[in-house]
């Protein structure tokens, strides 16, 4: 059965839940989970050329310029398993960014079917990304006090260590919470105005949360 199309793309601040959420998404909706975060630290790790543009700027808690971004998830979304859809995270995140999306989606025929936007205080933000620790084999994000694993340190799903991205230290945090105000936010009413935007109160438990956005992004 042939099935509709669908992109997701999540929006909102840093540490508002937008990974936690993609990956049971993910498992609830069978699509490819595309973070460009984790995609920008797999380039740093390979030491990439892309990697290499990157570094700097992930380090500093800027934005990597558009070009090199773009080009980065374009590439991503035209593998065989995107052909029907995607749920993106972390990306759009300026607004020449979202317009280069609803183009290259435009020139297949297809488009975003809908824009979850998880909204968090900015001080409870700060709270999650200080105690954010992530799998070094998978990737998988925990909360020390939040979320924590069933063993310390330890990712539940495979074991892999538990580490601190040199990103969530408090100096760069409040630069990536600047930079998200003033570059990412104006995305809001981008979608708002095509209709697509749907707004979910990320300062709940991860469970209602995740119930919010399936109901989200249920066929109607
Ligand atoms: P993002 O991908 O938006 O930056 P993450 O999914 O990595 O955010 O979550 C940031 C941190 O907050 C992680 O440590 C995660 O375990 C924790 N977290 C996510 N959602 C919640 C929630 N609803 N309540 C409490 N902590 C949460
Ligand atoms: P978070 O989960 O905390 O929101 P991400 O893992 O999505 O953070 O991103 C980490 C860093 O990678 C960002 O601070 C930024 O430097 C870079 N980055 C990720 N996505 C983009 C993007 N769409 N545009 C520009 N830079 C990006």
């Known amino acids: 059965m042939a099935t509709e199309p669908k992109f997701i793309v999540l929006v ?22 595309v973070a ?3 995609l920008f630290r797999q380039n740093l790790k390979d030491e990439t050329e892309l990697g290499l543009k990157a570094r700097s700027y992930i380090e500093r808690g800027e ?10 998830v374009m590439e991503r979304l035209s593998q065989p398993d995107c ?38 205080p900015d001080e409870v933000l700060v709270e999650r990304l200080s105690g954010r620790r992530l799998c070094r084999v998978c990737g998988k ?20 260590e538990l580490y601190q991205r040199d990103d969530d230290k408090p100096e760069t945090v409040r630069n990536r919470l600047k930079v998200y105000w ?18 979910i109160n990320g300062d709940q438990p991860i469970e209602k949360v995740a119930a919010d956005l399936r109901t989200a992004v249920a066929d109607d």
């Open 63 to 72: 934005l990597v310029p558009d070009d090199v971004t773009i080009a980065m």
């Open 83 to 120: 052909v029907n859809g995607a749920l993106l995270d972390g990306f759009p995140r300026t607004i020449a960014q979202a317009e280069a999306l609803d183009q290259a989606l435009a020139a297949r025929g297809q488009k975003i079917s809908v824009v979850p936007y998880i909204s968090v």
């Open 182 to 199: 003033e570059r990412t936010s104006p995305l809001i009413d981008y979608y708002r105005r095509r209709g697509v935007l749907v707004e």
């Open 12 to 33: 909102g601040p840093p540490g508002a839940g937008k990974g936690t959420q993609a990956v049971k998404l993910h498992e609830a909706l069978n699509l490819p989970h």
């Open 141 to 160: 994000s925990y909360h020390i006090l939040f979320n924590p694993p069933r063993q310390p340190r330890m990712c539940d799903e495979d074991g892999g």
């Open 36 to 38: 460009s975060g984790d």
